[in-house]
Nanobody, 124 residues
Framework: QVQLVESGGGLVQAGGSLRLSCAAY????????MGWFRQAPGKEREFVAS???????TYADSVKGRFTISRDNAKNTVYLQMNSLKSEDTAVYHC??????????????????WGQGTQVTVSS
């Protein structure tokens, strides 16, 4: 059974930092594209960052230079380091396992497993 568990969210002031973790069970994070998405109230799920099994990384323009996605193979965990946070970063952040194949991983439809999400709130 594949399961993803996110943690690390919370309340932070604008300009602050948080590190999100996504622990995977039942499937290796090294063999699939892993992604972070976020969803604010009333909005669609939005791509944030992805890391492929080949270590290729893609970021949304809105987070480039501020967020960093990484992977710890030994812990089977993917991270999202978020710096210089802004109020518009407020959302529930979800990690996901992409479907098998050569996927860039920027569309929610490319993912077959999701975690329950962790809330990030940035106060201005």
């Amino acid at each position: 059974q594949v399961q993803l568990v996110e943690s690390g969210g919370g309340l932070v002031q604008a300009g602050g930092s948080l590190r999100l973790s996504c622990a995977a069970y039942g499937r290796s994070v090294t063999r699939y594209t892993m992604g972070w998405f976020r969803q604010a109230p009333g909005k669609e799920r939005e791509f944030v960052a992805s890391i492929k099994s080949s270590n290729g990384i893609t970021y949304a323009d809105s987070v480039k230079g501020r967020f960093t996605i990484s992977r710890d193979n030994a812990k089977n965990t993917v991270y999202l380091q978020m710096n210089s946070l802004k109020s518009e970063d407020t959302a529930v952040y979800h990690c996901g396992f992409a479907r098998p194949g050569l996927l860039i991983g920027i569309r929610p439809s490319e993912y077959e497993y999701w975690g329950q999400g962790t809330q990030v709130t940035v106060s201005s």
